[in-house]
């Protein structure tokens, strides 16, 4: 007791930020312990509410909030950048096509296209929000927000997480067919990598270029050339790696357990070295998921199952280090301001942008109209939206035409108002569906599991 009164002696005063390494090192795992100990308790609490339960985790990240540790900038995009590195991987592992193949087409254009048509009206809805002096936000541009600002936060928001899906839908249970869950666990894999390379796409298309005299006709070749690149080089590395994966279990796997060395070896290998030769490391360690979930292996006790299964504790903790640093992180008074344009964007995500990006595909859905309302109400963020907002705080003063004095200003609010969508969104959706699934039930009749 005495010995953990000096450590606590040691602390800094109230308003000093010292650096992380000169902070005890037992008050560091001590922290750490208590923390994700608290989290797996607020967990299990939220799934009884009825919310998802990586909700509850933020939630507790935003009480504790602590401002003892000093993390920088670099030390956050650094986790980041790891953490959506695995979370691909695991998306990838995720990604059944055998599962779905009976409507697999519909399955990538609901994940492919949904994602940027939900980003192009969640962005023009954005525009108009931040332009309009009814939302009550000072942006620091009197009331304006640039397009580029407004689909660097829309593209944050493009993908459905998997870790709240499933959670919901474990709620839901046989109230919702067996071939929706199936659909929405597909998309939500398959649509993480969409969002990211939209998000890229809308970085170059607004950052690149700033500060030289390329016309804009050669500036969007140079564009389009180096994202061709990067996406191709990312698809043909992570099938490489993807074989490579295979033939590194056929050989030197000789019981399950090892299979976790073998995966987050493989993973990070193959994203740093397609990142150091140009390509997309995201879009490589996603194919290299995909195509490790759907070979067969020469044991028979190594399959896609056994892959999630080794994956799914490093996967779940990756979300969860994601919402609590979020949490841990952001000072709950800076989001007043970006509250009314952040309610404002949630209602045209859910109410709008999501519903429309999944009925423009109806026409080629094998599924009814009630069971497509039910797919178009299962759209929740997570983890890939809060993790990109990190990264959009750094790219926005970089955006071509900004003012240098409203920059910060205009970072930090996009960022908020990514976190007041996801917040709300996780939180209505996920109250919501169980009572739309009996509901629907109820007027129509059981719907088919087929």
Known sequence: MLHLAELLMTLPSQGEHPPLSEVPVELQLLF????????????????????????????????????????????????????????????????????????????????????LLSTL????????????????????????????????????????????????????????????????????????????????LCTVLFIAGVGTTTSALEMTQTILGGLIQQLASGLLLGVGFGYLARLVINRMVTDKEQLLIVAM?????????????????????????????????????????????????????????????????????????????????????????RPLSVLCFQPFSPFSWRESLLISWCGMRGAVPLALSFNVVQAIPNLRGLPAGAATALAHNAQSIVFIVVILNLLVQGLSLPPLCRWLNGRAGPVSSS
């Open 121 to 200: 009206m969640l962005g023009l809805g954005l525009l108009w929000l931040g332009s309009h002096d009814a939302a009550g936000l000072d942006l620091g541009l009197a009331h304006t927000m640039p397009f580029g600002v407004a689909m660097l936060i829309a593209a944050c928001l493009g993908s459905t997480d998997t870790g709240p899906t499933v959670s919901v839908l474990r709620q839901v249970g046989r109230l919702m067919p067996q071939r929706v869950q199936l659909l929405l666990e597909f998309e939500s894999a398959v649509n993480d990598p969409s969002a990211l390379i939209t998000y890229q």
């Open 265 to 353: 070896s493989i993973a990070f290998i193959d994203y740093g070295f397609t990142h150091l030769v140009g390509g997309s490391g995201f879009v490589a360690v996603y194919v290299t998921g995909v195509f490790m979930t759907n070979l067969h292996y020469c044991k028979a006790e190594v399959n896609h199952e056994a892959l999630q299964e080794v994956l799914a504790p490093f996967n779940t903790m990756t979300e969860i280090t994601i919402f609590l640093l979020f949490g841990l992180l952001l000072n709950p008074a800076d989001l007043l301001p970006s509250l009314p344009i952040g309610i404002g964007a949630a209602a045209m995500l859910m109410l709008v942008a």
């Open 32 to 115: 750490i312990g208590a923390v994700y100990l608290g989290s797996l308790l607020i967990s299990r609490l939220s799934i009884q509410i009825g919310i998802p339960a990586i909700l509850g985790v933020l939630v507790l990240g935003l009480l504790i909030n602590i401002k003892v540790l000093n993390i920088t900038a670099d030390e956050v995009a650094n986790l980041q950048l790891f953490s959506l590195a695995l979370l691909l991987f695991y998306a990838g592992l995720k990604t059944d096509i055998q599962a779905i193949r009976n409507f697999l087409k519909y399955g990538l254009m609901l994940a492919i296209g949904g994602v």
